[in-house]
Structures are given as C-alpha cells and as structure tokens.
C-alpha cells in the first residue's frame, strides 16, 4: 500500500524529529487508519537507522571545530542580556554617532584652550602688581609680541600716502 501523498512531508519531519506538538497529534491519528502512512514511516526509519549504523559521524578538523566553538559561543554572547545605555547606544542612527564624537572634541578643544589662558593671563592684568620698570619690560613684551601686525600697519599707513599722492597729481 501507498502512503497518502498529502502526509509525505509530514512523515518525514516527523521521521527527522521536527514535527511540531500539533501535528504530531494529528498524524498519530491518521496513522491509527492508514496503513501505507504506518509502512512509509516504518521504511523511513529504517532507511535513517540503515544511514546512520553505514556511515558515521564526520570527523571536524581542528580548524572547522574552532571555528564552530567561536560561532556558538558568539551567539551565546549575543543572546545574552546587555545593558540599558549599551542597547539604546546601537539602536542610535548611524548620524547620531558622528556627531557625539564631533561635539565630544569641541568640548575638549574649547577646555583646552580655556585651560591655557587661565594657565597664561593676559600681561595687562599683572601691570598693577609689577613696578614702574617691569611696566616698561612688560609694555615693551607686548610690542615685539604685537609687531607683525604694527608693521603691516605702517605698511597700510604708506600705500594710504602713495594712494592719495597719486590722486593730487
């Protein structure tokens, strides 16, 4: 006798062991009246049986065997519970994260800098504390400090001469 054609792939999860509770049910009770389900599923097991007792186990090479110790033990990892902030911090859009770090940087450049003028005030601000002579040395400090600019100033200072000479003429 035949098995029925619409429990063919029944049989066979059920043979392989994933069937699921439901059906399992339901082809128990189909196999209690048909007797070519019942043989199909009897040749079937001996079919896997006969497999199985020919042909052992597949032997893993060191390297195949790490590499799935690693596989499960990565999605052990994973399935673990993480933390709150960590979770919230993935599930961030990928723009969010750039500009975190941009705006962790500003801060620390804007700190550096406050750093240094608190670390270095300005000479103007000790002048009231220093004597007549260290006045003058400090004032003196702040024109070589300042003299790139002074010179480009009496560099405007004659193009403004040539300039308006040029328009008496």
Excluded at 29 to 52: A, I, S
Excluded at 59 to 65: G, M
Aim: hydrophobic share 45%; aromatic share 6%; proline share 4%.
């Amino acid at each position: 006798m035949k098995a029925c054609p619409n429990h063919q792939e029944t049989l066979w999860l059920d043979v392989y062991g994933e069937l699921d509770p439901v059906k399992r049910s339901v082809l128990e009770r189909h196999l209690e009246t048909c007797t070519g389900c019942r043989e199909e599923r009897q040749r079937l097991l001996g079919l896997l049986d006969l497999v199985r007792d020919e042909m052992g186990a597949p032997l893993l090479s060191p390297k195949k065997a790490s590499a799935l110790s690693w596989s499960i033990k990565r999605g052990l990892r994973e399935g673990r519970a993480t933390t709150w902030w960590w979770k919230g911090l993935l599930s961030m859009p990928n723009r969010l994260i750039p500009a975190l770090a941009a705006v962790s940087l500003l801060i620390v450049a804007l700190g550096w800098f406050a750093i240094n003028k608190v670390q270095s005030p300005s000479s103007l601000q000790n002048l009231s504390g220093l004597k007549s002579e260290e006045q003058v040395i400090v004032k003196d400090l702040e024109v070589i400090d300042n003299m790139d600019f002074l010179e480009e100033m009496d560099t405007l200072r004659k193009l403004v001469q040539v300039v308006d000479n040029r328009d008496i003429i």
